[in-house]
């Protein structure tokens, strides 16, 4: 970082970002990248009162990025009694009694997901696994039809690009808008549908929700479907990935979580903690700010680096050890807002399915472990990860004894 070239759009950032993250926080912990005008805050006390300081730090950066493809206002760039009262109605629709009915839909999907490769002994847990499945759950518990999960998957990539890109061709910006579109129509006649014949599935509950006494638009139900599609499936399927990477480096931890599936929570965490699916979270500036001697003009982008924050030592020991036992990660509030890590972020923004995603990945490890026996890499498997906003391994083929009988039972 002294290096005046250092850049974090650089190929050499986006290869491995983890070994650059000291350097940064040490020297240059508001590190601002001109080409995209933007300040990088690296450290645990900064980013958490960037996300915290709601009045200070808005989610208008979100709004601008958001818009044009999420076809209606979502709750990121919602503020006061409106974000509230929407908050609720999605946090109901994935806690308490909702919530037990979809863990039997991820029971059932996950099952069904890995059957094939029992046999052959070989899954790429991303790309075979990880993706569909959880695009599937997510449809099922959205009461959308599972099948279409692969066109939908393919309309949301378009969706996500446009979100997460920090640069974005012209050629690519219409393919993003036109995907965008083509969901939405996806989701009208199923919204209307629902709103004649309520069912018990998320859709019909925001139908039926109100705010100020009025009733949702169907604008406001499709931004709402697609906030939670577009958050809920990416960093729960690139966790679970990272669950199983760190799990197989880990061999000890990896026969401790197979004796004891108790502790497959606090290895999400130090999962969530130590590779963080969301890696930046973006905010404006509402009035000049100083951090650790520099200064943040007023209207400034600024990104918080969450994978930088979670390994900040002046909150974690031997911040870049992977280990579930460690003492200062707070394995019982790791999946609430007052988490010691970041990676649900923090403050009224910070994620509504948290619980969720928990209960799911929780669910799906508990059913994979005892089924993927002598788990390892497949022979000539080179472990990569992508994404410098959300990232995640792009693959990860795994080698495991063959399993000849079926799940029945499990699903
Ligand atoms: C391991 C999995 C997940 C991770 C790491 C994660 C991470 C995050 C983060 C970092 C934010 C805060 C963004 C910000 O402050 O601007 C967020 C917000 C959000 N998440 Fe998640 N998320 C996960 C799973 C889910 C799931 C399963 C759902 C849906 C059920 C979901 C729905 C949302 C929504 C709707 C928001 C916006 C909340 C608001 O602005 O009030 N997420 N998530």
Known sequence: MADPRFSILSEDFAADPYPHLAGLREQSPVHYEPAVDSYFLSRHQDVKRVLTDHEAFTTETLQ??????????????MTGAEHT??????????????????????EANAAEVVAPYLPRGRIDLVNDFGKPFAVR???????????????????????GEFI?????????????????ERLEGYLAPVIARRRRHPGDDLISTLCAAEFDG????????????????????????????????????HPGQLAQVRQDPALLSAAIAETLRYTPPVQLIPRQAEKETEFAGTVVPAGATVFCMIGAANRDPDVFSAPD???????????????????????????????????????????????????????????????????????????????????????????
């Open 321 to 411: 050890t992977f280990d579930i036992h460690r003492p200062d990660l707070g394995t019982a509030r790791s999946f609430a807002a007052a988490a010691q890590h970041l990676a649900f972020g923090a403050g009224l923004h910070s994620c509504v399915g948290a619980a969720f995603a928990r209960a799911e990945i929780e669910t799906v490890a508990a059913l994979l472990l005892p089924l993927l026996e002598q788990v390892r890499y497949s022979p000539g498997f080179v472990y990569r990860e992508t994404g410098l906003y959300t990232r995640g391994p792009a693959s990860l083929s795994l080698d495991f004894t063959p399993v000849h009988e079926g799940v029945a039972g499990h699903g």
């Open 85 to 106: 009262a929407k908050r609720k109605i999605v946090v109901r629709g994935f806690t308490g009694e909702a919530l037990r009915d979809q863990v039997r839909a991820v």
């Open 214 to 249: 009025i009733a949702m638009s169907d604008r406001d139900v499709t931004a709402l479907v697609f906030n939670v599609l577009v958050a809920a499936i990416e960093p729960a399927d690139k966790t679970l990935g990272l669950l199983f990477k760190h799990l197989i480096d």
């Open 164 to 180: 997460t890109s920090i640069v974005l061709t012209p050629e690519r910006r219409r393919h993003c808008l036109d995907c965008a």
């Open 64 to 77: 601008v990025r958001a818009e044009p493809v999420m076809r209606g206002p979502v709750l990121a760039q």
């Open 137 to 159: 759950v997510t449809l099922d518990v959205l009461g959308l039809d599972k099948e279409d999960w692969r066109q939908v998957m393919a309309w949301l990539g378009g969706v």
